[in-house]
């Protein structure tokens, strides 16, 4: 899999990240994650969204293993 993160706010500078993706299904989901949402509450309801409707969109957690990484 591959995933990709802008390392800064403007988009400037790209970062990619190569590697294995699992499925981790010891992950709670984002509505009963209370440190994801103490973290992105704000941003989730920016958007438009609750945590339960982008819990539904979102319902997947995945643990990835990089391999390698690019960046520019």
Known sequence: M??????????NSSRVLT???TLAS????????QRYLA???DAI???G???????E???LAYRIRPERVRGW
Not at 2 to 11: K, P, R
Not at 26 to 33: E, F, L, P, T
Not at 49 to 55: G, H, I, K, S
């Open 19 to 21: 590697g294995t993706a």
């Open 57 to 59: 969109e979102f319902s």
């Open 2 to 11: 591959a995933l990709h993160f802008n390392s800064d706010h403007a988009g």
């Open 39 to 41: 973290k992105y509450r």
């Open 49 to 55: 969204q609750t945590p339960e409707r982008l819990a």
């Open 45 to 47: 309801a920016a958007i």
């Open 26 to 33: 010891d992950v709670q989901g984002i509505a009963a994650n």
